[in-house]
């Protein structure tokens, strides 16, 4: 029994003179968790790049032996315009409404592939489209599509009889997608590849005696784009 006392009493002594360190004793704080990037908010911005049109011609009311003439012919060229339009983030996952407007110079011609010569010339195009996107803090990977509209001219030259020049105002749908990073917490840079296709006009009563044709019209772009962010910014991922 003196043995066990003893024993008991030298390990109290032995804690009791063993100091206690507040790290030991204090429970340590969580580390803060890093700055993640809001998409959310209104922005406006620019772009630019360069276009491709392709153009295909089809007759298909014309006299027998000259129905159904067809050809196909590109076009290209510069385009450039502005956009505006607010994003709003659920976690990581965007949803956005943008709108936009650019001016082009994408035009070509089939080089008198069926004796005579027709020209497309895109004067503009604009779209009103849906986007949704997956961000990884400051990275942003996008999908868009919906609406859009433009005007083309058309020029068809008869040679030795004359020249047709019309406008078409068309309409259809743009879609694409791109990739986009916020350079600073105003200031996101991206690129993007947008496919419009404005649809088909029609030429019933040319007036240089070509027989009445019809054209579709689509375009890719390839664009570098700038936007200013106004709202959002970096909040603390809560985890």
């Known amino acids: 029994m003196k043995r066990i006392l003893l024993a ?5 002594a032995l804690a009791l003179g063993t100091p206690a360190s507040g790290a030991d004793l204090a429970v340590k704080a969580p580390p803060l968790a890093p700055p993640v990037y809001d998409w959310s908010g209104f922005y406006i911005g620019g772009f630019g790049g360069y276009g491709f049109g392709n153009q295909n011609l089809n007759n298909s009311t014309g006299p027998a032996g000259f129905a159904d003439f067809t050809t196909n012919w590109e076009t290209h060229g ?10 709003w983030m659920i976690g990581q ?3 956005g409404l943008e709108g936009d407007g650019a001016w082009t110079n994408i035009r070509g011609q089939d080089n008198f592939a069926l004796g005579w ?7 503009w195009v604009g779209s009103l489209r849906v986007r949704s996107g997956i961000a990884v803090d400051r990275l942003l990977l996008f999908f868009t ?6 005007d083309i001219d058309h020029t068809n030259t008869n040679p030795g009889v004359g020249v047709d020049s019309f406008s078409a105002h068309r309409s259809g749908l743009a879609a694409g997608g791109g990739i986009a990073y916020a350079i600073t917490d105003n200031l996101i ?5 947008r496919y419009y296709d404005l649809g088909t006009y029609h030429r019933d009563a040319p007036a240089n005696a070509v027989l009445p044709y019809n054209v579709a019209n689509t375009y890719s772009t390839v664009l570098l784009g700038l936007d200013v962010k106004f709202g959002g910014g970096p909040v603390i991922a809560r985890y």
């Open 78 to 87: 510069p385009i450039a315009g502005g956009e505006v339009g607010y994003n």
């Open 8 to 12: 008991t009493v030298a390990m109290g």
């Open 189 to 193: 840079g991206k690129i993007e590849y």
């Open 93 to 95: 996952i965007l949803f």
């Open 145 to 150: 599509a919906g609406w859009a509209a433009g």
């Open 117 to 123: 010569n027709d020209e497309n010339h895109l004067k």
